[in-house]
């Protein structure tokens, strides 16, 4: 069934969540016009074939438990965030939590429009931002901005613990590698892993 306003509400709901995992049924909470659940996943594929968001799926062994989790939302251009929004670009002095959502998701989007497999772990309380696959290796990725300790990234060990065919990296703000370094964890500032990968 087509329906462009539901359509459009999907992108834009994708657009001031991005990086965020949620739930089909509370995408549907959140649109003006309801929609049957699997329309919504529809135009999820749909932006997903036109190269604008991506419903990245949960890192699971078992594939009918990766169909059935709730996707994270990942915008596949950041120039989009800020088009699809009257507030102005988030700083990270100015909106910490927006900004640093919005460097994962360029993060994140950086490996998916280089043909990596990108993925999401959580196990609850445990998570991390992107389990990736691809040319770039195998990798366990944790996104931080601004300042964070070694307890910030319990998510990360217990993960790579898991998943010891994956090696473990932090992408941080530049000169913020001492955490994770500490920690036994390769680090790369962002800035360096958005021209070059991994």
């Known amino acids: 069934?087509?329906?462009?306003?539901?359509?459009?509400?999907?992108?834009?709901?994708?657009?001031?969540?991005?990086?965020?995992?949620?739930?089909?049924?509370?995408?549907?909470?959140?649109?003006?016009?309801?929609?049957?659940?699997?329309?919504?996943?529809?135009?999820?594929?749909?932006?997903?074939?036109?190269y604008l968001v991506a419903p990245v799926p949960k890192w699971t062994g078992d594939e009918i438990r990766r169909r059935k989790s709730p996707p994270k939302l990942l915008v596949l251009n950041n120039g989009l965030l800020l088009g699809g929004t009257s507030q102005p670009a988030p700083g990270a002095q100015t909106d910490p939590s927006r900004w640093g959502r919005w460097v994962e998701n360029a993060c994140l989007a950086h490996a998916w429009n280089a043909g990596q497999q990108v993925y999401y772990w959580r196990a609850e309380p445990w998570e991390v931002d992107g389990v990736l696959q691809g040319d770039?290796?195998?990798?366990?990725?944790?996104?931080?901005?601004?300042?964070?300790?070694?307890?910030?990234?319990?998510?990360?060990?217990?993960?790579?613990?898991?998943?010891p065919a994956f090696s473990p990296v932090v992408i941080c703000d530049p000169g913020e590698e001492s955490p994770a370094e500490t920690a036994g964890f390769r680090a790369i500032p962002w800035p360096d892993y958005l021209l070059g990968g991994l």
């Open 136 to 163: 770039w290796g195998r990798w366990i990725v944790e996104v931080k901005t601004g300042r964070y300790s070694a307890a910030d990234l319990k998510g990360l060990a217990v993960a790579s613990t898991k998943f």
């Open 1 to 50: 069934m087509r329906k462009p306003a539901l359509l459009r509400q999907v992108f834009a709901l994708a657009m001031a969540h991005p990086a965020e995992v949620l739930s089909l049924e509370k995408m549907a909470g959140s649109l003006a016009e309801k929609g049957a659940l699997d329309t919504i996943a529809h135009y999820l594929n749909l932006l997903r074939e036109a």
